[in-house]
């Protein structure tokens, strides 16, 4: 029979370190917490920033190291380049030594247009190279001088521009004055009123160069019309004010070397539809009185330019062929802030 004990079994005793003996579980955590401790929440912040910069480094260097460098190739070559569009015919200036020196090139950084070349070398010699009609190989002049050089489709201070575009008018320009009548005004708008009776015949053809020498000096923004009289309806150019640009001055030259004198000095007409266009300034131009015609024509001037808006610029040209010119047209100047002048054919002939 085997008798069981009724005492209870003795509950394990926990195990008591030994003197000088910490758990390896207790050291981490402790050292963990010292050097947080030490550390703080800023130091470490720059500790991971420390280890994430290093890592960075080092996976730039890896990439980097094994990359392979790739050569850069460049090819150049040469071409020609296309001409520049421009305007029809052009000029050779052989210079005084004879060395040929188009207008198309730059002779260096202080020589950028015609007016600049001439005004440092005083005069060249000119020969015309005709193209497409550009009258050039016309030309009366054998030696150009700066004096010669106007504008045409570019902007300068005076009607003798020089071409570098600069203004002295706002939305306006110098007028395109016929043998210096006219020069030193302003205008937006500008119409020729001009004889092309029998009796111009012999001279016509110099009034004709003069007025597209005028034309050539406006700006592209002013507007301008052309009108002819002789007896009978007036002759326009245009029915209506156009634009001073290239194209326009082109077909207005075109239309002019058409005009053809005849007939008697009848400008009535001419006279009435000019000012019907309300231009700043209105050139008349004529080589006599008018006849029965002159109290007239003083008349209509009267009641179409009351408010004296139009300027109106008079010309006897060349011939007092009915005496009393001097006075009719001396007289329309002076009743419209005009200027009146006498062109003698001396004056012309120099042109």
């Known amino acids: 029979m085997v008798s069981r004990s009724t005492q209870p079994h003795p509950s394990p005793r926990p195990a008591v370190p030994q003197a000088g003996l910490v758990p390896l579980s207790a050291r981490r955590k402790g050292f963990g917490r010292g050097f947080l401790g030490v550390l703080g929440p800023a130091g470490l912040s720059l500790a991971c920033h420390f280890v994430l ?62 007016a600049s070349l001439l005004a440092k070398n005083r005069s060249l010699q000119v020969s015309g190279v005709e193209q497409n009609e550009s009258e050039l190989s016309t030309l009366s002049v054998k030696t150009l001088r700066r004096s010669d050089v106007v504008g045409a489709g570019v902007s300068g201070p005076a009607e003798q521009g020089n071409g570098l575009g600069e203004r002295d008018l706002a939305g306006g320009g110098p007028v395109g004055s016929l043998w210096g009548v006219g020069k030193g005004q302003q205008a937006r708008s500008i ?11 012999e001279t016509f053809g110099l009034l004709q160069r003069e007025l597209k020498r005028a034309i050539g000096t406006l700006e592209p923004d002013q ?23 290239l194209h326009n001055k082109r077909d207005a030259f075109a239309k002019i070397r058409r005009i053809v004198p005849s007939g008697n000095t009848e400008p009535l007409d001419a006279i009435r539809k000019g000012l019907g266009y309300r231009p700043d300034v209105l050139f008349l131009l004529s080589d006599g009185a008018f006849g029965e015609e002159n109290e007239a ?46 062109v003698t054919e001396a004056e012309v002939l120099q042109r």
């Open 53 to 114: 910069f290093f890592m960075l480094t080092m996976v730039t260097w890896a990439v980097g190291a094994s990359g392979t460098e790739v050569p850069i190739e460049y090819t150049a070559r040469v071409v020609k380049a296309a001409h520049a569009a421009g305007p029809v015919g052009g000029f050779h200036f052989p210079g005084r030594v004879g060395m040929d020196r188009p207008d198309t090139a730059r002779q260096g950084s202080t020589i950028s247009d015609l």
């Open 297 to 342: 024509i003083i008349k209509l001037i009267q009641e179409k330019n009351r408010d004296k808006r139009t300027i109106i610029n008079t010309i006897l040209f060349v011939y007092d062929t009915m005496g009393d010119g001097e006075r009719v047209l001396r007289k329309i100047a002076e009743m419209n802030r005009g200027t009146y002048k006498h």
């Open 191 to 201: 119409v020729y009123v001009l004889d092309r009776s029998g009796s111009m015949d």
């Open 223 to 245: 507007l301008f019309n052309v009108i002819w009289f002789n007896e009978g309806p007036a002759t326009e150019w245009s029915r209506r004010m156009r634009k001073a640009t």
